[in-house]
């Protein structure tokens, strides 16, 4: 059982503990990154904003918020996505800008539902410049170049290929690779698809497209952005794959005859697949680390620069690894002795350590071999929840146990719908692999394995409130409690949402359940209120 005085039920008033003076942010050495642009340095390790546009972009229509900023990642190609909530002009003014982080994996749409049940109007309602930030990977973050449509899995142009790399006669089709764009048109027979082009057109394409090819791969082993013993496996499968490539070039040497249309047609699918899954490994190439000391400390920035608080302070709230992530910074600061730059912090069903839970999330306990792991890029999470939806939502309802991973609430069904099928992305397994270290003896750590988070907690000096959801199978009280007692006790408060007649709350009702604004918004308000003040 939980201490008494930490295990605050709904209806007791709850009690916030007091903050020391804020600590204003000195001035930190500038430096000159990759792009020439002089940007502030928060710790020697930390990778940091390359620029601040002030200024919001056009925002397209899944955005529902005010305005839509963007901001570039130093030494990086990310550009990311901040959604801004405008506080409203009826509401007291308040002090602190207010950042919100989503869960793994997940875009801005949860903090943002529903009008009824939106998070975010909420506490702009209150009078908070509400940001929500979307991570690298996430929502409409993007990469310097790179469209926002959603693109196919980089094994569908191979699903479709029959033997001998013939397309099915039923319907033409296109392969976009770098440079290369080859129509393939069925026969007059029906029974083989073969190429119409020039054959001297057709050579120079191909050499064209495996040369970009195969520098890109080059650049790529030789930048060392595999680390070794982790990322072996990968680039062993890539550098095999590439050598099968060029057998192919030297022994078909690509001249264009009847005989040679099979291995032509197999080769350009082979090179399609290639690329695809080469781009797949380049772009989903982050963990955890990436994401607390480069994404939020650049986002934190320039929210910092364009609303300028007077203690160049944030307030933050953070859900599922959201939250997570503002426990390692806390962290991470304390250890280093250096200030935060967050005013306080709220965590909605998050921990450093599992350990001692029942969570759901042991499931990811397979990838804690990083061969296995790593065999496979990217996890698309969103698509595989998109599958699972219609047998989670209708009969015979095989899958409805996800359901309750999600909400212990009867959430409207449009709104499960659109949480479900619009929140989810893809998710790196470099990322998987490091959060499954919170399934370890000693919780979370970072990517050599050598700082324990959970363990420099003590040494901040940032309030911090912890929720937990009664009925949640993901980040169950027991894990949440877990890391709120690594906390000093005169910071921190903790509180378990649900009563023993309902309403429940699980893994997603503390942000956007039907109770929610009703019971935890109001909670969460008093105590950033509270803090904005001191």
């Known amino acids: 059982m939980f201490p008494e005085k930490m295990a605050l039920r709904h209806s007791e008033p709850v009690c916030f503990s007091h ?47 005010d305005e839509l900023h963007r901001v570039a990642v130093a030494d990086s190609d990310w550009s990311l996505a901040l959604w801004r909530y405008t506080p409203s002009p009826k509401a007291e003014r308040r002090n602190h800008p207010l950042l919100l982080l989503s869960g793994i994996g997940t875009n801005a749409i949860g903090f943002d539902l529903a009008p009824e049940s939106s998070f975010a109007r909420y506490l702009s309602n209150q009078g908070f410049d509400t940001w929500i930030l979307e991570l690298r990977g996430a929502g409409l973050s993007t990469l310097v170049g790179e469209s926002r449509e959603v693109k196919k899995p980089f094994k569908a142009m191979s699903d479709r290929v029959g033997t001998n790399g013939v397309l099915p006669a039923e319907a033409p089709s296109t392969v976009i690779s770098g440079t290369l764009v080859e129509t393939f048109i069925p026969s007059v027979k029906g029974k083989r698809m073969v190429v119409e082009s020039d054959d001297a ?8 497209t495996s040369t970009h090819l195969f520098q890109k791969l080059s650049r790529f082993l030789n930048e060392g952005v595999f680390e070794e013993r ?7 499968q890539i550098r095999d794959l590439s050598g099968r490539h060029v057998n192919i070039i030297k022994e078909g040497q690509w001249t264009i ?5 099979d291995l032509k047609e197999g080769f350009l699918t082979l090179l399609d697949d290639f690329q695809k899954q080469l781009d797949l490994i380049l772009k989903y190439n982050w963990d955890f680390d990436h994401h607390m000391k480069e994404d939020v400390p650049a986002a934190m920035e320039y929210i910092r620069t364009l609303c300028k608080p007077k203690d160049g302070k944030l307030l933050a709230i953070g859900h599922s690894m959201g939250g997570i992530l503002l426990y390692a910074m806390l962290s991470q600061s304390g250890s280093e002795g250096r200030d935060s730059g967050l005013a306080s912090v709220i965590t909605l069903a998050s921990s450093l350590d599992f350990t001692s839970s029942k969570s759901s999330l042991k499931l990811l306990l397979p990838l804690a071999d990083p061969a296995q792991a790593l065999n496979v890029p990217a996890i698309p999470l969103g698509a595989l929840l998109a ?21 212990a609430q009867k959430i409207p069904p449009e709104s499960l719908e659109k949480l479900v099928l619009n929140n989810f992305g893809t998710v790196p397994s470099k990322l998987l692999l490091q959060l499954t270290t919170a399934f370890q003896e000693g919780g979370l750590r970072d990517r050599d394995g050598t700082f324990f988070y959970k363990h420099h907690l003590r040494k901040s000096n940032v309030p911090v409130l912890a929720i937990a959801g009664d009925r949640d199978r993901v980040c169950p ?58």
């Not at 982790?230 to 062993?236: D, G, K, L, W, Y």
């Not at 599958?387 to 909400?407: N, Q």
């Not at 005169?490 to 309902?502: I, R, T």
Request: with cysteine; charged share 15%; net charge positive.
């Open 477 to 534: 009280p027991e894990a949440v409690y877990e890391t709120v007692k690594h906390i000093p006790g005169n910071l921190v408060a903790y509180k378990v949402f649900g009563e023993p007649d309902g309403p429940h709350y699980g893994h997603y009702d503390l942000v956007g359940g039907p109770s929610a604004a009703d019971q935890v918004h109001p909670c969460l308000s008093k105590f950033l209120i509270h803090h904005d003040m001191a």
């Open 387 to 407: 599958a699972a939806h219609p047998l989670m939502s209708r009969p015979p309802y095989v899958l409805s146990w996800l359901t309750s991973l999600v909400s």
């Open 19 to 65: 903050f020391c003076p804020a600590r204003f942010r000195s001035r930190r050495l500038l430096r000159v990154s990759r792009a020439g642009l002089s940007v502030p340095r928060l710790r020697p390790q930390a990778v940091l904003v390359a620029a601040v546009r002030e200024a919001p972009v056009n925002k397209p229509s899944v955005c529902t918020a």
């Open 230 to 236: 982790q990322n072996f496996s990968i680039a062993s």
């Open 201 to 208: 057109q057709s050579v120079s394409k191909l050499s064209e």
């Open 257 to 261: 005859s009847p005989p040679l249309f």
